[in-house]
Nanobody
């Protein structure tokens, strides 16, 4: 029903910045929360930041003060501005969207993008 396409990943030096984008498309009735997760080599996938429909945000402690999540509801797009990047930020970043299947749905479905690789060199 919903497809997510991430972009903006790449190679950057420590201290640099990257901006990730995730555009949702398909049969979208509405979107609840949007967020970014990441998975580093040898580690479990972890939450980076989320932004519910109400506009409040949540960040992992490791990225607070450095990353900013935002959403453009008109474009069904979520962004992650990453500043002061560190080598430990190196990971595959996955976009997540929680959306109901239709107007009568009670529970939202979690959709995932294929991921975009962020590599931070020292």
């Amino acid at each position: 029903q919903v497809q997510l396409v991430e972009s903006g990943g790449g190679l950057v030096q420590a201290g640099g910045s990257l901006r990730l984008s995730c555009a949702a498309s398909g049969n979208i009735f509405k979107i609840n929360a949007m967020g970014w997760y990441r998975q580093a080599p040898g580690k479990q996938r972890e939450l980076v930041a989320t932004i519910p429909s109400g506009g409040s945000t949540n960040y992992a402690d490791s990225v607070k003060g450095r990353f900013t999540i935002a959403r453009d509801n008109a474009k069904n797009t979520v962004y992650l501005q990453m500043n002061s990047l560190k080598p430990e930020d190196t990971a595959v970043y996955y976009c997540n969207v929680n959306a109901p299947a239709g107007p009568g749905s009670i529970w939202g479905i979690n959709y995932w993008g294929k991921g975009t690789l962020v590599t931070v060199s020292s």
